[in-house]
């Protein structure tokens, strides 16, 4: 009893101080999605105010005459389209709503006469404005292909919608239209022109008006994003990429990753100091970061703490992808994220290699039989090799690619033979034949970017489809075997996602659960090179180094993953654009030849 009345005070106490301000926009957000499905319920489904739901009903904007009904839909639309926004604290989707909340509570009054209906709407635009600080995220990334991808998606929406509308009103129908007259009523509606379907009564003027409103919804969102002001992507400027650079020759031996932060299509946020930086791009709301900052390792904090700023600041998710153990350490401390492990790296020390050995006889066997068939090797710098044969490795490892669009992010550099990268590696494979394909004598291509000043990374591996098997073996062989000359001591090869649950799921021993993980990752294997990569690497008997990704929240994860496919380029969600919706900026600097893509290290 003594305890009972204290907790109760700490309890009211809570209730009348009300959420976090932090809180707010997820609260607002999620009271809007319901605001507006229950107001496109209230607008669409004619029995809506007799069900048990009549009391929530009464407080929605809108009525169910026809022009209400129509307003009551499009109001609900709209609240759902704001209703991401708004949690995410978008600036522009609170503007909005301030907005449209007042309006449905004016319509509340006018048209129903419902004053609880107006305060209910009003009590929501309370927290929009008392809160307002807390909706302060900047836009993000976008251009015009997004204008056509919202009529798409808008067009299936209302379209779909519009069908139910069509289909609700059984006893107010004139006959039994058929599924394709409806549809066809449907279009019409969209346009604002009278279908083939009747009704009795002023239920045609319902189905009409709330037609007009998903078509002029659809019409009006879609000449909004087409024409608005664009927010390209951050891309990596001159300065920026001299910047980098001097902390490579400085930093870069630490993290074999660190040449890829010269990616062009690449942000990057630098340190106050200026002896740090962390690349980044921004993919559906995410901002990922590949690899371990660049630079002063003292320095780090300061640019993981102006990440994190931009990623507050525009309201996005952060994350890294493929950092170090002691990029792992040093950005769960200094920003509370966690970190998962994602795979390990393969790193062969070129010390140690040798093709002696039971371990390696397949490799050697395979190398062997290659070179019995004709082929010879060459390794060597970028900037040993003349402008034409670098356009001939340009453009084959371009008709070479495996896929429609290109490939990498964390871990691939997107581009062959530039000028700036003469310390790139490039090996590759010929074969004198009687009949020379399109590329002379040119079977298969190895490129490797610079690991500090010791060591190279592997970027993109290619080959001819006709060319015998085995041309990947033979040139990682060559490579190792001519690295001495060069100065390297250390190889990057490709990264294995889940590494370890493959290896210890493999053994005996290993728990239901462990073989049941591992089952699910061979499976996955059929789409991602999951288990391929690992037996691959395993073959040239590397020390394994784990990566990790770093996290804000379990429950970001899913939504990291599919941002992290995209950014890969295993998931391609850009749709091609009219010409008067593309964009008329000057394009980003890049490299004077198509761009290239690595098939098998970002797999």
């Not at 400085?250 to 106050?272: E, T, Y």
């Not at 190889?491 to 294995?496: Q, T």
Request: proline letters at 6%; aromatic letters at 8%.
């Amino acid at each position: 009893m003594s305890g009972g009345v204290p907790r109760r005070s700490v309890l009211v106490r809570r209730i009348a101080r009300g959420p976090r301000p932090e809180a707010v926009p997820a609260l607002v957000g999620r009271a809007c999605a319901l605001v507006g499905l229950l107001d496109v319920a209230a607008g669409v489904f004619p029995r809506f105010r007799h069900s048990r739901m009549h009391t929530l009903a009464e407080v929605l904007p809108g009525s169910f005459g026809p022009f209400v009904a129509a307003l009551s839909l499009s109001a609900g639309v709209l609240l759902l389209l704001l209703a991401h926004g708004l949690k995410r604290g978008k600036r522009r989707a609170w503007r909005a709503a301030v907005v449209l909340l007042p309006a449905g509570a004016a319509a509340q009054f006018v048209y129903r006469h419902s004053i609880v209906g107006a305060l209910i709407s009003i009590a929501l635009l309370v927290p929009l404005v008392v809160h307002r600080d807390q909706f302060a995220a900047l836009p993000d990334p976008r251009s015009r292909w997004r204008a056509l991808a919202n009529f798409v998606l808008m067009g299936a929406g209302s379209l779909g919608l519009g069908l139910v509308i069509v289909s609700v009103h059984p006893n107010r129908l004139i006959g039994d239209p058929s599924l394709a007259d409806r549809l066809t009523h449907v279009l019409y509606g969209l346009f604002g022109f009278e279908g083939p379907v009747d009704y009795a009564g002023n239920t045609s003027w319902t189905v009409a008006f709330s037609l007009g409103a998903l078509g002029w919804i659809t019409a009006v969102t879609t000449i909004y994003l087409a024409f608005r002001p664009e927010h390209p992507a951050a891309r990596l400027t001159e300065e920026d990429e001299t910047r980098l650079r001097a902390l490579l020759v400085k930093h870069g031996s630490r993290d074999s990753l660190g040449h890829f932060a010269l990616r062009r299509d690449k942000g990057v946020v630098f340190s106050p100091s200026g002896k740090a930086a962390v690349t980044y791009r921004v993919v559906s709301g995410v901002m990922l970061a590949s690899g371990d900052p660049i630079g002063d390792v003292e320095a780090w904090p300061g640019a993981i703490e102006r990440f994190m700023d931009e990623a507050r600041a525009h309201s996005w998710t952060p994350a890294v992808m493929g950092c170090s153990e002691t990029g792992g350490e040093v950005w769960t401390r200094e920003t509370g994220l966690d970190a998962l492990e994602l795979g390990d790296e393969a790193v062969v020390d070129v010390a140690d290699f040798s093709l002696a050995g039971r371990a390696m006889r397949n490799v050697r066997q395979m190398v062997k039989r290659i070179e019995r068939a004709g082929y010879e090797t060459r390794v060597r710098r970028v900037r040993d090799l003349g402008e034409a044969e670098l356009e001939r490795i340009r453009r084959a490892a371009e008709d070479w690619r495996g896929t429609d669009t290109e490939r990498g992010f964390s871990m691939a550099l997107g581009r062959v033979g530039d000028p700036a990268d003469g310390d790139c590696l490039i090996a590759t494979a010929h074969k004198a034949d009687e009949l020379p394909g399109p590329y002379g004598d040119l079977k298969a291509i190895l490129h490797f970017v610079p690991w500090g000043t010791d060591g190279v990374s592997l970027d993109l591996m290619r080959r001819d489809r006709s060319a015998d098997p085995g041309m990947n073996e033979l040139l990682i062989v060559a490579a190792l075997q001519a690295a001495p000359k060069f100065g390297i001591a250390r190889v990057s090869l490709n990264f294995a996602m889940f590494r370890a649950a493959l290896a210890r799921g493999e053994k005996i021993g290993a728990g239901p659960v462990l073989r049941a993980w591992r089952g699910l990752l061979v499976f996955l294997s059929r789409w991602f090179q999951i288990e391929s990569l690992y037996k691959f690497n395993a073959k040239f008997q590397p020390r394994w180094e784990p990566r990790f990704v770093v996290y804000r929240a379990s429950g970001d994860l899913p939504r990291i993953g599919f941002a992290a496919m995209q950014a890969e380029g295993f998931v391609n969600l850009a749709l091609p654009l009219p010409r008067f919706l593309r964009r008329r900026t000057k394009p980003a600097r890049v490299c004077a030849h198509a761009p290239a893509e690595r098939d098998v290290r970002a797999a």
